[in-house]
């Protein structure tokens, strides 16, 4: 009798306990894996940043490309100063020049393909960004998620310990059975201990959903000079009760009789984190070839016409012209164009170790995440083929054996909270099996720009 009373009472409790919360989730906004990822790409300032910075650098390339400004001078010379008069003496003249100085070698066409070629780097990065923010919604989403659902198990529980700790003290009241004082004691330390957990699970929830809410703020191109619409207050979000399901890609190619680390190094040349770092290695060559081309000598061309007034007797004068060619000789190259090169090929080299080190760092990521998923995948054969359904048989003959005089009180506790425990690591290694999806899935992200690819749009990408 007093396991169906049980029984009884936690079905009338759970019933309005769980229509409160739907009526509250209607209330809020509820956000799927794919929605706030999709928003916060749509909502990230970064890209927006990154198109813009792009554009600069192609027009910085055309403009670097260009010969500098000609330099005019204006000037009166030999002017006498005892009378101060323009046609006193024949030296005299009013003198226009112009000067145009020329790069070293190919300075200009250098320079221009070198900005170019850095601005390859921003579609890239764009790329990677994108990859970066789908791993890190999906970490913060499951996190959420995690708490949110973890939340709800211990609730469940809490009910049924609230009811159990009523049975315990009527029973221990009416003296039936073989309760205790320590029983009710135990029912209600057990229910505070539940609220604790409930707490740190609830601060675990607020805080990752407010990490994930930074990222679904609304972003308009439109309106970047006016900040205020940070001060309205975002509607409070929550989550689907049913777990998402994240595909991981190259599955069969990954797999641990078919795992080729040769394979694997191929598909990470093509991450768009590493596409970026060839280019700033071209870059780095460019650089090599612009500082060579301080051995060649920097000429420059100037002309000068110069206008004289006729005699005071009227006779005219002539005027005249003048041109010349300057350039400088780059004869003491040792400790300037020698340690400039040497320089720039150094800091070349250095880039494809900077290469290799991220390939090292992202193949070592890889195969970590490749050795978690295959245990997680293990652990959640166990617990959903013997552990939760062991546990669940166990709290349920132990509720029998106590309404039948037969077991403790404390049996039946620690059975219900080995349940809950089970129940909660059975999620969490769901959530951890998601999570290492997730990563996988950015380590492997294929780039599909190319190296001339022309500027995008802004409203693009």
Request: charged fraction near 20%.
């Amino acid at each position: 009798m007093t396991k169906v009373f049980i029984q009884a009472a936690l079905a009338s409790l759970l019933i309005p306990f769980c229509a409160s919360i739907n009526a509250e989730q209607a209330a809020q906004q509820t956000i799927s894996l794919n929605d706030a990822i999709s928003l916060a790409q749509q909502n990230d300032p970064w890209l927006h940043s990154s198109r813009l910075k792009q554009s600069a650098v192609e027009h910085k390339s055309v403009a670097a490309g260009t010969l500098a400004d000609p330099k005019v001078s204006i000037g009166m010379m030999n002017l006498p100063t005892d009378g101060w008069d323009f046609a006193q003496e024949g030296m005299t003249q009013f003198k226009v020049g112009v000067s145009q100085m020329f790069p070293r070698g190919d300075s200009l066409a250098i320079k221009s393909a070198q900005l170019k070629t850095s601005a390859k780097q921003f579609p890239l990065q764009r790329e990677d960004r994108h990859a970066q923010l789908t791993r890190l919604i999906s970490e913060l989403w499951l996190e959420a998620y995690l708490a949110q659902r973890t939340i709800a198990l211990i609730n469940q529980d809490r009910v049924l310990f609230e009811q159990m700790a009523q049975i315990a003290k009527a029973n221990y009241s009416n003296a039936i059975g073989k309760t205790r004082q320590q029983d009710v004691i135990r029912a209600q330390l057990e229910i505070i201990q539940l609220e604790d957990r409930l707490t740190v699970e609830q601060q675990k929830r607020e805080t990752a959903l407010e990490r994930l809410n930074e990222w679904l703020q609304l972003f308009s191109i439109d309106n970047l000079d006016n900040l205020q619409s940070l001060k309205a207050a975002t509607p409070p979000i929550i989550l689907p009760n049913e777990l998402p399901k994240i595909a991981l890609t190259y599955a069969q190619q990954l797999k641990p009789d078919a795992y080729q680390r040769s394979d694997a190094v191929t598909l990470l040349l093509n991450h768009p984190a590493l596409r970026a770092i060839d280019v700033k290695h071209q870059v780095s060559k460019k650089t090599i070839e612009l500082s060579e081309q301080q051995y060649q000598p920097q000429w420059g061309v100037n002309a000068s016409y110069g206008y004289r007034d006729d005699m005071p007797s009227g006779s005219s004068r002539a005027d005249l012209f003048s041109v010349g060619v300057s350039f400088d000789l780059p004869l003491f190259t040792e400790n300037k164009q020698d340690k400039q090169v040497a320089a720039a090929v150094a800091e070349s080299e250095a880039i494809k170790t900077e290469k290799y080190l991220m390939l090292k760092q992202m193949l070592s990521a890889l195969e970590k995440e490749l050795a978690q998923l295959t245990r997680l995948s293990e652990r959640q054969a166990l617990y959903k083929q013997q552990l939760i359904e062991q546990t669940h048989h166990q709290a349920e003959a132990a509720l029998t054996a106590y309404t039948n005089d037969d077991g403790d009180f404390s049996d039946v506790v620690r059975a219900r909270i080995t349940e809950l425990n089970a129940n909660i690591a059975a999620l969490k290694i769901d959530v951890d099996a998601l999570k290492s999806v997730a990563k996988i899935n950015y380590l492997l992200t294929q780039s599909n720009h190319t190296m001339t690819e022309p500027t995008q749009q802004l409203g693009d990408q």
